[in-house]
């Protein structure tokens, strides 16, 4: 039984002293109250220089290609002149300086919630770039000095792109108390190949200087130090199969993602994230444009199969060209292919410039999907206009779970499924992905999901297509086994686990899966499921 409980990231366990992160800015606060008004001005032009340096310095250290570009995102956020003209017409209205940044970053972060991973990733940097300003101005350095001796284990509330940016060799764990599997933290701990226990709730217990034990194939962090049977990756000693049985294949949003993809010899992409292409951009770009940056990101994807999802933007994403309103309940709203309804030309334009930029890359296998297909209608409407530009390899993503009782009769012109275990876990079971506090229904071991997904491929099977996976579950190296077993094709995850799954797919054999996939299927728990199915793979 866990001393404290929560979301596990990895396969390594690690043993190490905490390293508390603590913090609050409530005393640069004090400070900033009585500043006169040209003072806070000529405060906040100096703040921004400190943090924007910070933060220069830390891209350039970085080894790590996502957080480097995690942090150019920030830099871009925080030297954008609107947030500063946001908080100067605060300050002129008669708001202190830290209550104008406060102000400022409400704002702009109000525009977010509610919003996919990445958006939410974007509050997260939004509110870390407030409170760096604020202490900044107050005079306070916010660097972490992490220790760069011994085995520690960074324990915090959260932590943001910087603060990873800053960890040295001797970090080899972290706990938080927010977050969940598709947060933040997890995904860049993932990528560093940091084991993590995240969204752990109470951390209260967890002492400066104390030594613990994590435990992430079993969610688990232990007071004191403990040896952890069966542990390590579980496919490191099975031998190589004559035929892999399974594609395994990357998520990209970038073009240092489609480089690590196509270094770790997957087979291809299996969800090209086009709306990630699109952040910063103002104006809509031409078709021309389009083609220019989609044909940049293919030359450097693998060889095989390029899969295209058209926009998955909303009104909780303000992709800003799209120049959407505020909705009340974004994520049952119009995001997706729903924009379609009132941005015809935007999506018929993106379908060309895909078609085209394909045309370019006559070697390379471009299909093209579309993302929160509710009902047959959509899916036919989507699959017509991409046969009638010429597509010939076509898809939809099952994330609303209103579809999946149409799969078995899905038109001939629709050719594959690509299961979005984040939304789809999100609408069955009617949690908020990003609120931390239902992220244990988020957890892609839920036997319901499993279930779910088993019924996608067996409806699949009537209807002569295949299904891929490529939301977050696909990630886990565990699960990876199950998922295989349930009957899916290609499993396409992050950047930064797809090695792991290249490495899964040269030894995992058609009884393991299947062995998998019927514990976790009869299992009463998540957590039920994952220890018996590691048992299952650890023992072999
Ligand atoms: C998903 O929902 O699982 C998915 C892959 O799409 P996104 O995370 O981009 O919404
Ligand atoms: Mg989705």
Known sequence: MADIAGYGVGDQPVIGRIFLVQRNNL?????????????????????????????????????????????????????????????????????????????AINDFTSLLVGGSAEFEARIADLKEIGSRLIDAAAGKSRKLQFPTEGEWIVVSDDLSPLETSQFTSAIKGVVTRDGGPTSHTAIVCRQLRISAVVGCGD????????????????????????????????WKKLPIQKKSIFRPLGNVGSVKDADLVRSSQAQGVGLLRTELLF??????????????????????????????????????????????????????????QRISWIRPKFYENQLLAIRETGAKFSNRKISVMAPMIANKEEAISFANSASRL????????VEVPSIIEEISTLPENIHFLSIGTND?????????RQNSSVAHLLNPWQPILLKTISRICNLSKTRGIKVGICGEAASDTLLSAVLIGLGVESLSAGAGAVSDLVAISQVLSPSQAEAAANIALNSISAIDAQRSVRNLLSSK
């Open 27 to 103: 005393d640069s606060q004090i400070i900033l109250a009585s500043l006169p008004k040209k003072e806070a001005l000529a405060k906040l032009t100096e703040a921004i220089q400190i943090v924007a340096s910070d933060f220069s310095n830390s891209i350039n250290t970085s080894q790590d290609s996502t957080l480097q570009e995690i942090l150019r995102a920030q830099l871009a956020i925080l030297t954008d002149p609107e947030l500063s003209s946001v908080i100067i017409d605060f300050i002129n209205s008669g708001a202190s300086l830290s209550s104008a940044i406060d102000s």
């Open 424 to 432: 789809l876990s999100q609408y069955l079971f009617a949690a908020d």
């Open 203 to 234: 951390i209260s217990k967890l002492l400066s200087n104390e030594l613990i034990t994590l435990d992430p194939a079993d969610n688990a962090v232990y007071f004191g130090e403990r040896t952890i049977e069966n542990s390590g990756p579980w």
């Open 390 to 397: 010429g597509f010939d390899s076509i898809g939809i993503m």
């Open 279 to 336: 952040l910063d951009h103002k104006n809509e770009p031409s078709v021309e444009e389009q083609i220019k940056i989609y044909s940049e990101v293919v030359s450097h994807c693998p060889g095989g199969e390029i899969i295209f999802r058209t926009l998955d933007a909303g009104t909780d994403k303000p992709i800003p060209f799209l120049g959407l309103g505020k909705e009340e309940n974004p994520a049952l709203g119009l995001r997706g």
